[in-house]
């Protein structure tokens, strides 16, 4: 038979997680009692993540603290961190969830040109609907102390609740979002970013983002009702993107990321052909 082979690099995690589903598919449809011939080809990924800069905003995993957290604040450190990376081109932002407002926030702030705005299932209710959420939205849950790691890791959960058969990569987000204290062990979030924060006019953040625009959204996802994908269309118009990854959840880059990647890379193109050449 042919040699398998699989290109690896994200960390023996996932290489490893890859290799035991090819092997048990392998297995399951080729009931000879061997195992076949495999290649595993390890690539360098900083090459590639030169390109990129993925960074804690205030308040969140290993950034510091504030004593009160502003959506401007939020943009201004996107914006920050967009200008000391030192991109050769100008950037483009991709935000999920709650960090869709934050990197609409910052196109519609920031002075200099973006290559475009990718906001990731993050819905953008009719007044109506938002007025309603947010009368509904609690406080943050204030955070436990618990006594050890393995405890700690067994409450890890997405909110809102999905399936994601990648468990490998919720064991490598739950384990970074921990930090080991004198009682215990914590998460990394302040429990008190949301304390009285203030979205502002949404609809209006959007009319002053100035840069190219697309959505991306899960098509199972708890956050994108029939009701707010019409009021979305309809307020971004014809010529903005809107991608609907299919079986998805909310946290969909969680449970296909090579999909996720694929409509990223679909979008730049789009986005550099329509810019023209340099």
């Keep these: 038979m042919?040699?398998?082979?699989?290109?690896?690099?994200?960390g023996p995690e996932s290489t490893l997680d890859y290799y035991q589903r090819i092997i048990a598919l392998y297995r399951e449809r080729i009931r000879d009692?061997?195992?076949p011939e495999f290649i595993i080809v390890s690539v360098d990924l900083r090459k590639g993540l030169d390109f990129m800069e993925a960074g804690d905003l205030s308040g969140m995993g290993d950034s510091g603290r504030r004593e009160k957290y502003t959506a401007q604040n939020f943009a201004n450190e996107v914006i920050g961190v967009c200008g000391e990376?030192?991109?050769g081109e100008p950037p483009v932002l991709v935000g999920h969830s709650f960090g869709g407002f934050v990197v609409l926030k910052a196109a519609a702030l920031s002075q200099k040109p973006?290559?475009?705005?990718?906001?990731?299932?993050?819905?953008?209710?009719?007044?109506?609907?938002?007025?309603e959420h947010e009368a509904k939205r609690s406080l943050v849950r204030r955070k436990?102390?618990?006594?050890?790691?393995?405890?700690?890791?067994?409450?890890?959960?997405?909110?809102?609740?999905?399936?994601?058969?990648?468990?490998?990569?919720?064991?490598?987000?739950?384990?970074?979002?921990?930090?080991?204290l004198d009682a215990g062990w914590n998460w990394k979030f302040d429990d008190h970013v949301f304390d009285d924060f203030e979205l502002g006019n949404i609809p209006e953040t959007l009319t002053q983002a100035k840069h190219p625009l697309a959505v991306i959204y899960g098509e199972n996802s708890a956050l994108f009702s029939p009701e707010i994908i019409s009021y979305m269309s309809g307020l971004l118009g014809p010529n903005v993107p809107f991608v609907t990854m299919k079986s998805a959840h909310h946290h969909l880059f969680l449970e296909q990321p090579l999909e996720f990647v694929a409509v990223i890379k679909n979008l730049l193109v789009q986005w550099k052909r329509l810019a023209g050449p340099n």
């Design 2 to 10: 042919k040699t398998l082979g699989m290109i690896g690099g994200l």
């Design 33 to 35: 009692g061997h195992y």
């Design 85 to 87: 990376a030192g991109f």
């Design 114 to 131: 973006l290559g475009g705005v990718v906001i990731v299932d993050f819905p953008i209710r009719p007044p109506p609907l938002q007025k």
């Design 144 to 180: 436990e102390t618990y006594s050890n790691l393995e405890v700690a890791l067994s409450r890890f959960r997405l909110i809102p609740a999905q399936p994601c058969d990648n468990q490998f990569i919720l064991n490598h987000i739950a384990r970074h979002s921990l930090a080991r």
